[in-house]
């Protein structure tokens, strides 16, 4: 391919993005690898140029473009050689034309830039927001140890206050390690450190979904206890009985919920958990550098409804938690609708609970929890609480 023709299959690329946005289709990543399974002739490195190129200009885009040309031309608003490619050569995009629409600059769709503002997140934080994000994996100590994978994965480094993370060059080949790691960001790993999980415990993790956190649980308690993965997303859920396979993990059961009626199937554990563990359904906010295009496709409206169905998550989980028990509150949402606010609601509503005081080795203090940033703590961004009920 020539570098105009790039430029072209890049607005082609973004036009089906923006498409996927509106629709609630598939992730840019997976339209990607769709677009470039019918186009064999693209080599290697077409492909990877033109995936630069495609997720280049959705992090710059902060309003929806409103095409994926505008999205590329503000793209090349900086970058004279691009620019040029717009050529109107064969297979290539069309001369850039004076006042034609370009996409507006920016992290965020405005209206979402003003509530994180709200959220005293600044212009910096905002930024670090749609960066690129690194490659991190959480070594299975049931199966590994640290000291094994940095001699066996070369430029691999560790992560400060993360004992079981590691940071690996971006583009590394994981699959030889199956079992022995998992993909997994830093920030998760800490969050998923204020359930202090230890050996024998009963935790239902609640929001279980293909099991990440889950499985770092069982390492936490050495294999030993009791942990319900639950999740109304069956798909999902079906991924985790071998995902635990491999990591050598025999304490997990799944559970399917029926949504809108979970605490049926629930109704032996009510008041008997340890530990319920809620990585609740969110905006993703937080997982902005993994997913840009993510911006477009949350709405006040949608905001609206994941706030209800982690109210309502969090109610159920209250149910199941044990006198004395712990409640932890995660999303991946820098959003105080989300975070800071809903566990301070859950607190009125629910006299008697206390929010722990937690020392995770990442965040800073806000409401009743802590919240990890990208800019702060070269993380994914997180919010996360420890609700202890009444005895």
Not at 45 to 55: I, N, P, S, T
Not at 101 to 115: D, N, S, T
Not at 211 to 233: E, H, Q, V
Not at 251 to 278: K, M, N, W, Y
Request: hydrophobic residues 45%.
């Amino acid at each position: 391919m020539t570098p105009a023709a790039r430029i072209q299959a890049a607005i082609e690329v973004l036009d089906l993005v923006l498409a996927a946005a509106r629709e609630g289709g598939a992730a840019a990543d997976t339209i990607v690898q769709r677009y470039f399974s019918t186009r064999r002739y693209a080599g290697s490195k077409d492909r990877r140029a033109v995936r630069e190129l495609v997720f280049g200009a959705i992090r710059v885009c902060g309003e929806t473009p409103a095409s994926g040309r505008a999205a590329m031309l503000l793209l090349a608003a900086d970058d004279a050689a691009l620019a040029a490619g717009f050529d109107g050569s064969p297979h290539g995009p069309a001369p850039i034309t004076p006042d034609e629409p370009v996409a507006a600059a920016g992290a965020a769709p405005a209206w979402l830039a003003e509530r994180m503002r709200v959220a005293d997140l600044d212009d910096e934080e905002l930024a670090a927001l749609v960066t690129r994000a690194p490659l991190d994996i959480r070594v299975n100590t049931l199966g590994a140890t640290v000291e094994e994978l940095l001699a066996e994965m070369p430029g691999t480094t560790r992560i400060a206050g993360a004992p079981d993370a590691l940071r690996l060059p971006a583009g590394t080949n994981v699959e030889p390690f199956a079992g022995r790691l998992e993909v997994q960001d830093a920030g998760s790993q800490i969050v998923a450190g204020a359930a202090k999980a230890q050996p024998g415990m009963t935790i239902v993790d609640l929001c279980a979904g293909a099991g990440g956190k889950t499985l770092a649980l069982a390492a936490a308690m050495r294999d030993t206890g009791r942990i319900i993965a639950a999740d109304t997303d069956r798909a999902r859920l079906n991924r985790l009985a071998p995902r635990a396979a491999r990591a050598g993990v025999s304490i997990v059961e799944t559970l399917l919920l029926d949504p809108g009626h979970e605490l049926a199937a629930l109704e032996d554990q009510r008041g008997v958990a340890d530990v319920v563990l809620i990585d609740a359904p969110c905006s993703g906010t937080g997982t902005w550098r993994r997913n840009p295009e993510a911006r477009w496709r949350l709405t006040p409206a949608r905001l609206a409804r994941l706030e209800e169905t982690q109210r309502r998550l969090l109610d159920i989980g209250a149910a199941l938690v044990r006198p004395g028990g712990a409640l932890v509150h995660i999303v991946c949402s820098l959003l105080d609708e989300e975070g800071a606010g809903q566990v301070a609601d859950f607190l009125a509503r629910n006299p008697g609970w206390s929010a722990d005081t937690l020392a995770l080795p990442a965040g800073r203090p806000r409401g009743a929890g802590l919240r990890l940033t990208p800019a702060h703590d070269a993380t994914d961004g997180f919010f996360v609480a420890r609700l202890i009920a009444p005895c």
